[in-house]
T-cell receptor, first 113, second 115 residues
Framework: AQSVAQPEDQVNVAEGNPLTVKCTYS??????LFWYVQYPNRGLQFLLK??????LVKGSYGFEAEFNKSQTSFHLKKPSALVSDSALYFC???????????FGKGNQVVVIP | NAGVTQTPKFQVLKTGQSMTLQCAQD?????MYWYRQDPGMGLRLIYY???????DKGEVPNGYNVSRLNKREFSLRLESAAPSQTSVYFC??????????????FGEGSWLTVV
């Protein structure tokens, strides 16, 4: 089974509307969860992470994510999307007892002007 | 700070040729990684080095070798390139391994095509 799932291949949203990118995980124990963004022909840039503490995590560029243990989810959100937010977004989870991160397949976000 | 720097940016190889991807970080990080990115498959870990002097296999190590030359540098070698190794390769580093919750920082990528 996949350790982390991003169920939608592409998310289309109008500029100014709220943006949500979904992520669910399936590892046991206390997960460490990460969101990264990738612009065309570039490397991955770190947005935010949840390690412990407050379930609502705030990150770069106005993004935030909410850790929900009962639903095993870590959805990325932004209240008002910008055209410049169009990119590929990756969710990742630490594999307990294994010194690596497992990445989801990525979500292409398209913000329509 | 340059962060994580990898070379070359683009490379075309013929099947059977060998090459080495170079990576260096200037953040004094202990752990370094090599990932490959393929469409629809996310990122998959090839090898990682938790600290200087150690290397371990990741999810997809076959056909690759690595060298942790020193704390700054971590190279990836393809001994006999195959078309299945056509991919985008990313080097990354973190202060400690992901078991500590440390953030992993990525380089800009190396686009490799094997014909």
């Amino acid at each position: 089974a996949q350790s982390v799932a991003q169920p939608e291949d592409q998310v289309n949203v109008a500029e100014g509307n709220p943006l949500t990118v979904k992520c669910t995980y399936s590892v046991s124990g206390n997960p460490y969860l990460f969101w990264y963004v990738q612009y065309p022909n570039r490397g991955l840039q770190f947005l935010l992470k949840y390690i412990t503490g407050d379930n609502l995590v705030k990150g770069s560029y106005g993004f935030e994510a909410e850790f929900n243990k009962s639903q095993t989810s870590f959805h990325l959100k932004k209240p008002s999307a910008l055209v410049s937010d169009s990119a590929l977004y990756f969710c990742a989870v630490r594999i307990p007892g294994n010194n690596r991160l497992a990445f989801g397949k990525g979500n292409q976000v398209v913000v329509i002007p | 700070n340059a962060g994580v720097t990898q070379t070359p940016k683009f490379q075309v190889l013929k099947t059977g040729q060998s090459m080495t991807l170079q990576c260096a970080q200037d953040m004094n990080h202990n752990s370094m990684y090599w990932y490959r990115q393929d469409p629809g498959m996310g990122l998959r870990l090839i090898y990682y080095s938790a600290s200087e002097g150690t290397t371990d296999k990741g999810e997809v190590p076959n056909g690759y070798n690595v060298s942790r030359l020193n704390k700054r540098e971590f190279s990836l070698r393809l001994e006999s390139a195959a078309p299945s190794q056509t991919s985008v390769y990313f080097c990354a580093s973190s202060e400690k391994g992901p078991t500590s919750g440390n953030t992993i920082y990525f380089g800009e990528g190396s686009w490799l095509t094997v014909v």
